[in-house]
């Protein structure tokens, strides 16, 4: 079956340029998490939509970090007046409901490059 | 928070090799731990899952274990192979307030040379 999807794959912004990213999570996963991984670095947890309530946004950065899950399927990160520090790879991760430990799924991460 | 840390950072061996990853956590208490492997440009492809009530869990070549006491894991891999080259990230859960979002170590990078 489909796994976690994501697009763009790669994304180059001009500092203060704002940017979307897609997440397609695996079909009836109700969790949605997202992270951003810095070059050499663990992925940072961003923040978690459990179906279209986002839960959790203590890991966002900064105000110009938005999150939405409106149908609770799809979900977008945006980020608004990008900055060089916001280089990274932003990976999605969705869990079942019905697997009891919690198991996440990761997609193939969107490369993000501000010049 | 749950704290994650892995050493070594870095990690070359001769094809055919038997070796050991570590993992260590702050929090005890802990639900679960996942081991990943990324490939260079790649998302996380998950290898193994331990439950808190396990001790160990296995999976071909590669075999995880958990100790809550002492807060460790370990990621054995046998018979190493030049395509088992990766990064490999280890990661426990934080509390359910966040939906178990997970928190990682800054992994070891593993080079298998033939």
């Known amino acids: 079956g489909a796994g976690v999807s994501q697009s763009p794959r790669y994304k180059v912004a001009k500092r203060g340029q704002d940017v979307a990213l897609r997440c397609d999570p695996i079909?009836?996963?109700?969790?949605l998490f997202w992270y951003q991984q810095a070059l050499g670095q663990g992925p940072e947890f961003l923040t978690y939509f459990q179906n279209e309530a986002q839960l959790d946004k203590s890991g966002l950065p900064s105000d110009r970090f938005f999150a939405e899950r409106p149908e609770g399927s799809v979900s977008t990160l945006k980020i608004q007046r990008t900055q060089q520090e916001d280089s990274a790879v932003y990976l999605c991760?969705?869990?079942?409901?019905?697997?009891?430990?919690?198991?996440?799924?990761f997609g193939p991460g969107t490369r993000l490059t501000v010049l | 928070k749950q704290e994650v840390t892995q050493i070594p950072a870095a990690l070359s061996v001769p094809e055919g090799e038997n070796l050991v990853l570590n993992c260590s956590f702050t929090d005890s208490a802990i639900y679960n731990l996942q081991w990943f492997r990324q490939d260079p440009g790649k998302g996380l492809t998950s290898l193994l899952l331990?439950?808190?009530?396990?001790r160990e869990q296995t999976s071909g070549r590669l075999n995880a274990s958990l100790d809550k006491s002492s807060g460790r894991s370990t990621l054995y891999i046998a018979a190493s192979q030049p395509g088992d080259s990766a990064t490999y990230l280890c990661a426990a859960p934080s509390n359910s307030n966040s939906g178990y979002a997970l928190n990682f170590g800054k992994g070891t990078s593993l080079l298998v040379t033939p």
């Open positions: 991760a969705s869990s079942s409901p019905y697997d009891r430990y919690n198991e996440q799924f």
């Open positions: 079909s009836g996963h109700v969790s």
């Open positions: 331990i439950q808190s009530s396990q």
